[in-house]
């Protein structure tokens, strides 16, 4: 049985069938549910951040662009990423589940960590 942690650590995982925890269809290679947002045989964690990043809707309000994260920080963090996908997704046995909406969740927290939005000022009551 695979989980996204083995799959960081360099494990392989390929089971036959694993049934999605979210609408119950039994996904197999390239007969996916609508919930499966990635396969470990398409890269770790990080690969998926990364695609996450890049295809959500969701763009930095500070003007950065994926490009602009440097290698080094996404090795730097790959603890702190591994923990926000499986707070996001149900990661294992080769397949990661979720709605759509968690990769637009899981870039928000991506973009918070890289480029924290400066404190705004207090609000003076009158």
Do not use: K
Not at 33 to 58: K, M, N
Not at 87 to 106: K, N, P
């Amino acid at each position: 049985m695979g989980t996204i942690i083995a799959q960081g650590e360099g494990a392989e995982a390929a089971p036959a069938e694993v049934r999605c925890p979210i609408c119950g269809t039994w996904n197999r290679p390239l007969a996916y549910c609508r919930h499966v947002r990635w396969t470990f045989d398409q890269g770790g964690p990080l690969d998926f951040t990364r695609f996450a990043v890049e295809t959500s809707a969701y763009r930095n309000p500070q003007g950065y662009t994926t490009r602009d994260i440097p290698e080094d920080w996404w090795h730097e963090h790959e603890e702190w990423i591994i923990e926000r996908v499986l707070q996001r997704f149900a990661a294992s046995d080769g397949y990661v589940f979720g709605e759509l909406a968690h990769l637009d969740l899981l870039t928000l927290d991506v973009w918070r960590a890289f480029a924290p939005e400066p404190e705004r000022r207090p609000i003076p009551r009158q």
